[in-house]
């Protein structure tokens, strides 16, 4: 097997996506806090949200399954939300496998019924702004890619890094739907360190719409 380019640094990379995890799970409260008490009733739940063992047809491999820690925290802060109903968490971390190691995949997000989610990229994506420690270097805008009617909402954070206030970026994406709703950040080390405006958030948003073909099931 041949050498992994120079300049990887599996443990920068994935030390990065650690410390997104937290501002990810912040995100996801925003997944609920949109048109609040407007009118309409409920919809049907015919979808939820698993964490499967690999994403990305097996480019990511789980690392940790956060939903019992800080998913229980995301589904007691909305859970009295006026827009929701019935709300659970899915949150893991996921290490990039053969020409992706290296790299870190992070998906925070919530499924149950919501009414209203047409705004809800938007706030996910103004929560993890919000976020202590993360700047934006690449306003958020809306992203359709031909051959979907999906449309996801991206852009570039930065967030410093170590004792030595590296800043590095996080190109992330989020879609909301009637019954789920995630974030998803998607750090290499090519994109963690590059000038933010080159970031592919096309590549990202590609990445978010398996995301959620792979962790969105419709219930039985």
């Known amino acids: 097997m041949p050498p992994p380019p120079a300049g990887r640094s599996t443990a920068k990379v994935l ?101 209203n989610p047409a705004t809800a990229r938007e706030h996910m994506m103004d929560g993890a702004a919000d976020a202590q420690g993360a700047g934006v270097a690449v306003p958020a805008r809306d992203i359709t890619l031909p051959d979907t009617d999906i449309t996801v909402r991206c852009q570039v954070l930065t967030t410093e890094n170590g004792a030595g206030g590296v800043r590095s970026n996080v190109p992330m994406c989020a879609w909301g739907d009637d019954n789920t709703g995630a974030s998803v950040g998607v750090v290499t080390d090519e994109n963690a360190t590059q000038e933010p405006e080159a970031v592919d958030l096309d590549a990202v948003a590609r990445t978010t719409l398996k995301v959620r073909e792979e962790m969105r099931e419709p219930i039985a």
């Open 15 to 115: 030390g990065i996506a650690a410390g997104v995890v937290g501002a990810l799970v912040v995100v996801v409260a925003g997944v609920v806090v949109f048109s609040n008490g407007a009118a309409g009733g409920f919809p049907e739940a015919k979808y939820r949200m698993t964490v499967p063992p690999e994403l990305v047809d097996g480019t990511y491999k789980l690392t940790q399954d956060l939903s019992d820690s800080a998913g229980r925290e995301i589904v007691e802060e909305n859970r009295s939300r006026a827009n929701v109903r019935d709300p659970k968490a899915v949150v893991g971390q996921y290490a990039g496998q053969g020409e992706q190691e290296g790299s870190a995949l992070v998906v925070s997000g919530m499924y149950g019924r919501f009414r």
